[in-house]
């Protein structure tokens, strides 16, 4: 059954204090692993698309990485405007390759 | 801005009632795709159409359905509700080709009482 679980559930940090998220999947043919940002009560923003493992990706203070198991977003020096759920998604090549999400990471970024 | 419309904002209704959700896609998107999110919760999938047709479903219930228009915007019907149907309801879009990157619009946030 294709799944996708993100760890931890919430992380608080230090304005500056460098992390990472992670994102652990299990699909039946992966088309790509995608992440997005979610403020509360707004609609998710499309972050990056990672699609074969050893692929990395860029932007200001995110970078996505992937292996064949797992998928990082590291926050280097984050700002408190970083602070939101961070969601990330599977697409199987199965079932009209539908999207998996996983529940998403609570990030708190301290002033 | 997601160029994904959803209408309306918020909707508050009570039990048994049926409501309509709308959204329009991004211009050339021609996938639609409806999601739910609840208090607590992931994104769940409801259902995915492609150029009019459906193209794949999740778990939507019976007493939902949902259609894409010749236009291309989408509409989402959900009838008899019941109080554990209050969340959030996404629409997203995406560009020809089947895999790529969906954009979510705003949200319709339903309320039942």
């Known amino acids: 059954e294709d799944q996708v679980t993100q760890s931890p559930e919430a992380l608080r940090l230090q304005e500056g204090e460098s992390s990472s998220l992670n994102c652990s999947y299990t699909v039946s043919g992966l088309r790509g692993l995608f992440w997005y940002r979610q403020d509360p009560g707004k609609g998710p923003e499309f972050l990056f698309t990672?699609?074969?493992a050893g692929e990395e990706k860029e932007k200001e203070r995110l970078k996505a990485t992937l292996t064949k198991k797992e998928s990082f977003l590291h926050i280097t020096a984050p700002k408190p405007e970083d602070s939101a759920t961070y969601l990330c998604a599977v697409q199987s090549r199965g079932a009209g390759n539908q999207f998996y999400f996983g529940t998403g990471t609570s990030l708190t970024v301290i002033p | 801005d997601s160029g994904v419309t959803q209408t309306p904002k918020h909707l508050i209704t009570a039990t048994g009632q049926r409501v309509t959700l709308r959204c329009s896609p991004r211009s050339g998107d021609l996938s639609v795709y409806w999601y739910q999110q609840s208090l607590d919760q992931g994104l769940q999938f409801l259902i995915q159409y492609y150029n009019g047709e459906e193209r794949a479903k999740g778990n939507i219930l019976e007493r939902f359905s949902a259609q894409q228009f010749p236009d291309l915007h989408s509409e989402l019907n959900l009838s008899s509700l019941e109080l554990g149907d209050s969340a959030l309801y996404f629409c997203?879009?995406?560009?020809?080709?089947?895999?790529?990157?969906?954009?979510f619009g705003p949200g319709t946030r339903l309320t039942v009482l």
């Open positions: 990672l699609y074969s």
């Open positions: 997203a879009s995406s560009a020809p080709g089947g895999w790529n990157e969906q954009f």
